[in-house]
């Protein structure tokens, strides 16, 4: 376990520039963990830097800066002080058709430029039925993680959101939850020597929070949905890093 847990929050292709000013005001009230990570739309960006709270990209492109119309790079995000990059959401995977060595390549890309990482791995509904969430979970890991160095492993964080949970209202038990944590976190320590902090989500919320937050190896928790609503998000935060 790390020392506090870390709260994302995955506001995705949500809430207009209006909505963003109003949910920042009321944001910035509370009194926020430096343990809170949020991700904006890409354009949101500037918005959110420099806070009491820490500030991530929901994605970066495959490659160092160039001709790449409506990408983002690494760097550029580095250059306006964000901190982390969400890498190889399931969205992101199955409507861009993101590899695993495609992750790999962002990963890279984001480490070299000193951002951390918030890798995302998950089983579909289908691997699950057919009882392969640990082989599909193994592979993400693997390819995702083959290769970097050492020094850098340290910053990525890796967060585990079957497919199936997200944004669909159901939760895997807390049980299987734990187990699932507990067979990556074997697995990473194997991969790269190191033991990483590992998230859960999917359909994570202001009702289910306090019965997830007793899983005891989760190191936190990925928010979609419930982060776009601040009254919603700040009662998860409470409960998970309250001040
Ligand atoms: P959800 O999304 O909380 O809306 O299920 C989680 C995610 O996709 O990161």
């Known amino acids: 376990m790390v020392s506090k847990k870390i709260v994302v929050g995955n506001m995705k292709m949500n809430l207009t520039a209006q909505e963003i000013n109003q949910y920042l005001k009321e944001f910035e009230k509370k009194e926020i963990s430096k343990n809170v990570i949020i991700c904006p739309s890409t354009i949101y960006l500037p918005y959110f830097v420099g806070k009491k709270f820490q500030v991530g990209i929901q994605n970066v ?13 690494a760097k550029q995000a580095k250059s306006i002080k964000v901190d982390y990059a969400i890498i190889g959401h399931s969205e992101r995977r199955s409507y861009f058709h993101e590899s695993d060595d495609i992750i790999r390549e962002k990963i890279t890309l ?3 430029e000193k951002l951390k990482v918030i890798l995302c791995i998950g089983e579909t509904e289908e691997e699950r039925d057919s009882l392969k969430t640990y082989k599909v979970l193994k592979k993400q890991l693997k390819t995702a993680l083959q290769g ?3 020094k850098e492993v340290f910053n990525i964080v890796i967060a585990y959101e079957p497919v199936w949970a997200i944004g669909t209202g159901r ?7 734990h187990d699932t944590i507990a067979f990556i976190k074997e697995i990473v320590e194997e991969l790269t020597q190191h033991k990483l902090p590992v998230l859960y989500g999917g359909s994570v919320t202001d009702t289910n929070i306090k019965t997830l937050n007793k899983i005891e ?3 936190g928790y990925l928010v979609g949905g419930a982060s776009t609503k601040v009254d919603k998000f700040m009662k998860i935060i409470e409960v998970v890093v309250p001040q």
């Open 61 to 73: 492109a495959a490659y160092e800066m160039g001709a790449y119309t409506g990408e983002v790079a």
């Open 217 to 219: 190896n989760v190191d």
């Open 110 to 112: 984001a480490l070299k």
């Open 148 to 150: 970097l160095d050492y």
């Open 171 to 177: 939760v895997p038990s807390n049980l299987e939850i």
